[in-house]
Nanobody, 123 residues
Framework: VQLQASGGGLVQPGGSLRLSCAASGSIFSINVMTWYRQAPGKQRELVATIVTTAAGGTTRYADSVKGRFTISIDNAKKTSYLQMNSLEPEDTAVYYC???????????????WGQGTQVTVSS
């Protein structure tokens, strides 16, 4: 199982970016997808999470991104998205995705991380 995060880059304050996290391999189902971020000199923090086992999905956001970020998941593509609008310099960080999933080969459950993608918000 692999998670590939992409979509980061340099954007001006007030701009938008959409991050993607594509899962591949022996995956039966993705139950929870979470985006984290880590800024230089700071601890990794939860940005947004979506629980796909609930009807329609249940989402949760860090207070600092509520109303600006939206997490979603395309179960058919096994890809999660993080739409980030009204970006601020404080959003600058490396963004990581994490999936709690069930494997199709063993039937077991596991937690997997993507490699991270850099988001820089600067004028």
């Amino acid at each position: 199982v692999q998670l590939q995060a992409s979509g980061g880059g340099l954007v001006q304050p007030g701009g938008s970016l959409r991050l993607s996290c594509a899962a591949s391999g022996s995956i039966f189902s993705i139950n929870v997808m979470t985006w984290y971020r880590q800024a230089p000199g700071k601890q990794r923090e939860l940005v947004a999470t979506i629980v796909t086992t609930a009807a329609g999905g249940t989402t949760r956001y860090a207070d600092s991104v509520k109303g600006r970020f939206t997490i979603s998941i395309d179960n058919a593509k096994k890809t999660s998205y993080l739409q980030m609008n009204s970006l601020e310099p404080e959003d600058t960080a490396v963004y990581y995705c994490n999936a709690d999933l069930r494997r199709s080969d063993s039937g077991g459950y596991g937690s997997y991380w993507g490699q991270g993608t850099q988001v820089t918000v600067s004028s």
